[in-house]
Structure formats: structure tokens, C-alpha cells
């Protein structure tokens, strides 16, 4: 146990109460002023020669739980469901943005084609034509069967080329608008794909953390572990804190310890 | 859990409302006052949940003000629902203190 507060444990504190905060879903704003607040606090302590525990305890974890604990409760405007925090989670990175930034780079290039990639030899233009829409197709048909969303930004390429090369845009126009359209739009399916897989059906503890429970057996630190049940579920719980918690109460889960939780209780 | 830190929690946010009521103050400023009146918390931090539920029942307001070499601090006003609040805390504590003396001392007109 160190003797003094340093610069470098004091930002360690305040790191890990802030991620504390964030996993129970309190929002960046209240996050960051009670970081603020507690780094006041921890400074004018260092100044005076106390060490860190005097302040936050002899659990940093606790000590940040019991505050998130104060913050949330029945009043709190969000309810932190498994399904709420998906949604908050995806609706934060900006799928629509990257929705805009494809559509738009694939409207700017087939303008930009049509604009400066006419030609006047239409000698292969039918060739070419057919050649996009076939393989359009193809890509289309193997998209269906493969059921991957990689061949479907090919497709919708080529098709794209196909109908720009019948209002006579140039072959190597054609190329560009066929290799961009695809890139875009594999990049944009890509994140799709994968936040619909990594957030928008949190598993494990990320789904649990931040979740409430009501408390069916006792809960106290010292004699062993209680029991909650949270939505559907019962679980074996305990706390970190020193007081008990009785049955009935509502508590909001801060971690996922083995295959216990670890509750606070809610005001 | 101590005795005395037990005792102390029943009545915390009574005396954090008492020192806001008395002047604005910031939270290491209101721990140091407790300690100064012959009150010691086992963590400073205690004070912080309390502060929070405080204000959420609009008793006390919260405000940064900046500090200079230091970050912003955080202090609290009394709301006119608080000093209300803090009159029947005063006056219950006053009856329940009142009633533990009688206790302890053996009830002398019985």
C-alpha cells in the first residue's frame, strides 16, 4: 500500500471508476464530471499527504460502484436491458453515416462516369453491356447460395456498370465505376456484418453488467453468497460492499465474477 | 462494520445538508469541516453517493467552479426544498437523540 497518492496512481483511479461508470451505462457527460469531481478530491488529498484509500477506500471498484449505484436507481432515465444497450451500441457508430458515405460514393462515381467517361465507339458498347448484366447475375445467384454478403456489392456493381454502359459510358469508365461500387459497398456491408455480429446481441458479461436484479436471499460480503434474479434468471450473488442487502431490494449488477454477480444496491 | 461509522451513516447526509445549508461547499471542503467538528468518515468518498441522491431529490445543487492549479471543483448550494428538508431532519434528530438519552439513561421518572 503505498504511502502517497502519485500522479500516475491518481490517473489509474480515475481510469478505472470512469470504465466502472461507462460498463453500467452511465452517459459521458455524468462520466466525465464525476471524474472531475473525484479528481479534485484526490488531488487536494495528495497535497494534504493522504494516500489513496483514505479516500476512495480499500476498494476502488466498490467505491466507484456504490457512487454509479447513486447516480442510476428507478428515476434514471435509462434503463439499461440487454436489448437497449445493443441498440444504443449500434446507433453509435453511425450506421447511417456509413450507409450515406456508399450511396454517395457510388452516385459520385456514376456521375463522374457519365459525365467524363462517354465515348463515341459503340462498337463493343453492347458487348460490354450484356457482359456487366450477365455478370451481375451470376454474382447475384451466387450471393443467394453463399448467403455471405460478399458477392452482393459485386453484383450491384456490375449492374450499375451494365446500365451505364448502355447509355455509352467508356470501358475503362465502366472498370472504375465497377471496382469503386464494390469497394464501397463491401467496405459498408463489411461493418454492418460485423457490428450485427460483435453488439447488437451482446453476450457474457457485457450483456449482464449494467442489468438489475432483485435480491431473493440476503446478500452480505461476509457470510458467503446470496441469490438474485435478474429478468428470468437466478443467479448467486455477493457485494463488495459492507453493508447487507435484503431481499426485495433492487440492485444493478457491476460485474460477472465466475458464476456469480456482484451487485450494489439501488436507491 | 464499526460501531461509530455505523452511527455515522444514519446521519451523514443530515450533516452534508447542515454544512451546504451553513455556505456553499465542495466536497473535500465538507469532509475536512466534519473532521474539524469531530467527525471522521472511513472514506472520504462516502460522501459522493450521498451528494448524488441529495441533489436528485432537488435538495442541493451542484456547480463547477474553476480552481486555480487544480481541476474544476465541484460545489453544492442549498435549494429551498432542502433547507425545508433539513428543518424535519434537525427536528427528528433532535426528538430521536432525545429519545436514546432516555434510554441509556434508565428513564429517571420511572
Not at chain 1, 132 to 154: C, D, K, M, R, S
Not at chain 1, 241 to 267: F, H, M, Q, S
Not at chain 2, 13 to 37: F, H, N, T, W
Amino acid at each position: 500500500m503505498e504511502v502517497t497518492m502519485s500522479d500516475k496512481s491518481v490517473e489509474s483511479i480515475l481510469d478505472r471508476c470512469s470504465s466502472a461508470w461507462r460498463d453500467v451505462g452511465i452517459d459521458e457527460t455524468a462520466v466525465s464530471d464525476m471524474r472531475t469531481e473525484l479528481e479534485s478530491h484526490l488531488r487536494e488529498a495528495a497535497a494534504a499527504g493522504k494516500n489513496a484509500e483514505t479516500v476512495v477506500g480499500p476498494d476502488v471498484l466498490a467505491f466507484a460502484n456504490a457512487w454509479a449505484a447513486s447516480k442510476l436507481g428507478p428515476e434514471a432515465v435509462q434503463l439499461r436491458s440487454a436489448a437497449d444497450r445493443g441498440r444504443a451500441l449500434s446507433g453509435s457508430h453511425g450506421s447511417t453515416g456509413r450507409l450515406m458515405t456508399v450511396v454517395g460514393a457510388i452516385v459520385g462515381v456514376a456521375v463522374l462516369a457519365v459525365l467524363f467517361g462517354r465515348t463515341d465507339d459503340t462498337s463493343n458498347q453492347d458487348a460490354w453491356t450484356w457482359s456487366y448484366f450477365v455478370a451481375a447475375g451470376v454474382l447475384a445467384v451466387g450471393e443467394i447460395f453463399t448467403a455471405a454478403f460478399f458477392l452482393l456489392p459485386f453484383a450491384i456493381g456490375a449492374a450499375i456498370a451494365g446500365v451505364l454502359a448502355l447509355i455509352g459510358v467508356h470501358p475503362w469508365a465502366l472498370l472504375a465505376v465497377f471496382a469503386i461500387s464494390s469497394g464501397f459497398g463491401l467496405w459498408g456491408l463489411q461493418r454492418w456484418a460485423q457490428r450485427d455480429a460483435d453488439e447488437q446481441h451482446p453476450v457474457g458479461a457485457n450483456r449482464i453488467v449494467g442489468m438489475r436484479a432483485v435480491v431473493t436471499e440476503s446478500i452480505e460480503r461476509r457470510h458467503g453468497v446470496g441469490r438474485v434474479r435478474m429478468e428470468t434468471e437466478d443467479w448467486r450473488a455477493t457485494t463488495d460492499l459492507d453493508a447487507a442487502i435484503e431481499p426485495g431490494t433492487e440492485v444493478l449488477v457491476t460485474e460477472v465474477r465466475g458464476t456469480r454477480l456482484v451487485v450494489v444496491p439501488l436507491p | 462494520m464499526e460501531h461509530s461509522s455505523q452511527l455515522l451513516k444514519g446521519v451523514l447526509d443530515m450533516c452534508l445538508l447542515a454544512l451546504i445549508s451553513e455556505e456553499p461547499s465542495y466536497g473535500y471542503e465538507m469532509v475536512d469541516k466534519l473532521q474539524q467538528r469531530g467527525l471522521a468518515l472511513v472514506s472520504e468518498g462516502s460522501i459522493y453517493p450521498l451528494l448524488s441522491r441529495l441533489q436528485k431529490k432537488g435538495y442541493i445543487q451542484g456547480y463547477f467552479v474553476e480552481s486555480s492549479g487544480g481541476p474544476p471543483r465541484k460545489y453544492y448550494r442549498i435549494e429551498a426544498d432542502g433547507k425545508e428538508r433539513l428543518i424535519e431532519w434537525v427536528e427528528e434528530w433532535h426528538r430521536v437523540s432525545a429519545g436514546v438519552s432516555e434510554v441509556l439513561n434508565g428513564g429517571d421518572d420511572e
